[in-house]
């Protein structure tokens, strides 16, 4: 903004002016901020209690249920726990943007995390008709924190699982020693991302809008990377 003409004074009090009302608007987005925070917050302990009761229901601890109906609750835990997974990104890039996020440094079995990410999406891959693969050279250890590695390879997964198509899907996960580094591979066939929107995919809110055919809040790719090169991988 460019000033011109007028005294000393009036220029000062055009200022003060512009001062208070960006003192206001940084006062208004951190109320947002906290809003948010709050909101997701609060979210997550009862989407987690549905996911537990669903658990009890499918395991006959009420009752025997039809193969149906253990397949519908199936659909509905899978549902509940993919809207508890968007909470928990939205809470990490809160966390994230006030530098908040803490990481607990240990040896941590990357085959065991791999087996965890896919058991976790077992029945809705075999719902959709999707084949989950891997391909792992044992005693792939790296130090890392746990619980971020488990929310890296279950954020890649989910990605990998939304975009390959249903029938004769394919979602494969490599992990292999190279260089001194653990490489990750996350592959599925499905279609892809135009070249132009690729250097942006792992960007907050970074996939071009109508760029997949598979909506989705943008945020998940970019908390992987930002737990991924924290903790000294690239």
Known sequence: IRVSGGTSREVQELADVFNGMAARLGELDRLKDDIFTMVTHDLRTPLASITSV?????????????????????IVRENVFGLLRYVNDMLDMAKIKA?????????????????????????????????????????????????????????LVSNALKHAPSEEGRVRVEVHPRDGFVEVRVIDNGPGLPEEGQDRLFQKFGVPAGSSPVRGAGVGLFVVRTFVSAQGGR
Request: a neutral charge; proline letters at 4%.
């Open 54 to 74: 669903i658990d009890v229901l499918r395991e006959g601890g009420r009752g025997p249920l039809s193969p149906v109906q253990s397949d519908y609750l199936g």
């Open 99 to 155: 530098g908040k996020v803490t990481y607990r440094m240990e040896a941590v079995d990357l085959a065991a995390a791999v087996e965890r990410a896919l058991q976790l999406f077992g029945t809705l891959a075999q719902q959709k008709g999707v084949a989950l693969e891997k391909e792992i050279t044992p005693r792939s250890t790296v130090r890392a924190d746990r619980e971020k590695v488990d929310h890296i390879f279950t954020n």
